[in-house]
């Protein structure tokens, strides 16, 4: 990061790595998080596992698959994660890499659509530096 890496390339680099988690995501390929953007650990707690990356993406996959399905039964209709569209990020304009490498850590916000809808969880993508990478990890929020 210190190697002079500009902000537009900082930012066109977080905005890829937010599309192949998204796109993982609505593809349904769980466990391929683990080389973009993998859910922070405490998601291997949904399937009673150690808390590693991997079990952290199987955790998540779950817990979406099982709310995906209540809301379907409660709604009557179909429920899906839409791939990455970047009307639906909010927070990278205001991504701030010099912010990064002070506080080692930055936000940014992905609300998901379902069928152009958005719904009522967003994502919540921490970015940090590791070993001199931008490294990032994501949450859910309802």
Not at 47 to 58: G, P, R, V, Y
Not at 68 to 83: S, T
Not at 89 to 106: K, S, V
């Amino acid at each position: 990061m210190r190697d002079k890496m500009i902000e537009s390339e900082f930012k066109t680099k977080a905005q890829e790595l937010i599309k192949l988690m998204v796109d993982t995501i609505a593809d349904k390929e769980y466990t391929k998080l683990v080389s973009s953007i993998p859910p922070k650990s405490s998601w291997a707690s949904f399937i009673d596992t150690e808390q590693t990356s991997e079990n952290a993406c199987l955790g998540f996959g779950k817990w979406l698959i099982e709310q995906l399905a209540m809301w379907e039964e409660y709604e009557d209709k179909k429920f899906a994660v839409d791939h990455f569209q970047k009307s639906c990020m909010e927070d990278i304009d205001a991504m701030d890499e010099a912010r990064l490498e002070i506080d080692n850590r930055d936000i940014v916000c992905y609300r998901p659509t379902s069928f152009g809808e958005e719904l009522d969880f967003w994502f919540e993508i921490e970015f940090f530096i590791e070993n001199g990478q931008i490294k990032a990890v994501f949450d859910v929020n309802i």
